[in-house]
């Protein structure tokens, strides 16, 4: 006997789904898109939906795992260029990310930070997914300070750990300023403090107040 054949939705229909939607939460946030508005714009039907996803909220977690997929692998292209120095590593992939944002006129913003604005305070399970991807991020800055401090790039007795996650809070910082700006300049102040102040500083003197 043969087997019975079912019609299941292309893998492209998941594909078309998880981009309308990351389009519309970062242009309009996750509460103010409706399930057929995400419909509309990836043109399948409803029942394709269901068939990926369990509800909108699950939709919502995987196109945050879809996203933060994206930008972990562009952050490892920069960051694993062993031919960079580390510091010029990390720059590049900011300023790659700077020009991304102008590209796209200074709208959207950050998926992260969108809706850790919008659902951290409202949803659990988006507060503790949106905490694990921006952990995983600043634990991917850190090796790459600790690794300019293997080099001697970085000062030694500064915590990678700790100056990782003010990188990362005061690049998401300049993503929101720039948005209401909507100008590059917010970026751009990120760029020259964080890399030509705060990583350059000097080392503290260990003589002591004289």
């Given at each position: 006997?043969?087997?019975?054949?079912?019609?299941?939705?292309?893998?492209?229909?998941?594909?078309?789904?998880?981009?309308?939607?990351?389009?519309?939460?970062?242009?309009?946030?996750?509460?103010?898109?409706?399930?057929?508005?995400?419909?509309?714009?990836?043109?399948?039907?409803?029942?394709?939906?269901y068939h990926f996803f369990k509800s909108k909220e699950d939709f919502g977690l995987q196109v945050v795992a879809e996203y933060a997929a994206m930008r972990m692998a562009s952050l490892d292209e920069q960051l694993n260029n062993t031919d960079v120095r580390p510091l010029a590593r990390l720059r590049r992939f900011f300023e790659l990310s700077a020009l991304r944002h102008q590209s796209l006129g200074y709208r959207k913003g950050c998926l992260?930070?969108?809706?850790?604005?919008?659902?951290?305070?409202?949803?659990?399970?988006?507060?503790?997914?949106?905490?694990?991807?921006?952990?995983?991020?600043?634990?991917?800055?850190?090796?790459?300070?600790?690794?300019?401090?293997?080099?001697?790039?970085?000062?030694?007795?500064?915590?990678?750990?700790?100056?990782?996650?003010?990188?990362?809070?005061?690049?998401?910082?300049?993503?929101?300023?720039?948005?209401?700006?909507?100008?590059?300049?917010?970026?751009?102040?990120?760029?020259?403090?964080?890399?030509?102040?705060?990583?350059?500083?000097?080392?503290?003197?260990?003589?002591?107040?004289?």
């Amino acid at each position: 006997m043969s087997a019975t054949r079912t019609n299941r939705p292309p893998v492209a229909t998941r594909t078309a789904l998880i981009a309308a939607g990351t389009h519309l939460i970062l242009e309009k946030g996750y509460n103010h898109c409706g399930l057929e508005e995400i419909l509309k714009e990836a043109k399948v039907h409803k029942g394709s939906f269901y068939h990926f996803f369990k509800s909108k909220e699950d939709f919502g977690l995987q196109v945050v795992a879809e996203y933060a997929a994206m930008r972990m692998a562009s952050l490892d292209e920069q960051l694993n260029n062993t031919d960079v120095r580390p510091l010029a590593r990390l720059r590049r992939f900011f300023e790659l990310s700077a020009l991304r944002h102008q590209s796209l006129g200074y709208r959207k913003g950050c998926l992260f930070g969108n809706l850790g604005q919008e659902m951290a305070d409202h949803s659990e399970v988006f507060r503790t997914r949106l905490e694990e991807v921006l952990s995983e991020y600043r634990a991917k800055i850190a090796r790459c300070f600790r690794e300019a401090q293997q080099v001697g790039d970085l000062r030694a007795d500064f915590d990678a750990d700790r100056l990782a996650g003010f990188c990362l809070n005061s690049w998401e910082g300049a993503i929101l300023r720039m948005k209401v700006a909507k100008s590059y300049e917010p970026l751009d102040d990120f760029l020259f403090v964080m890399f030509e102040t705060v990583l350059k500083s000097s080392p503290p003197s260990d003589a002591g107040p004289r």
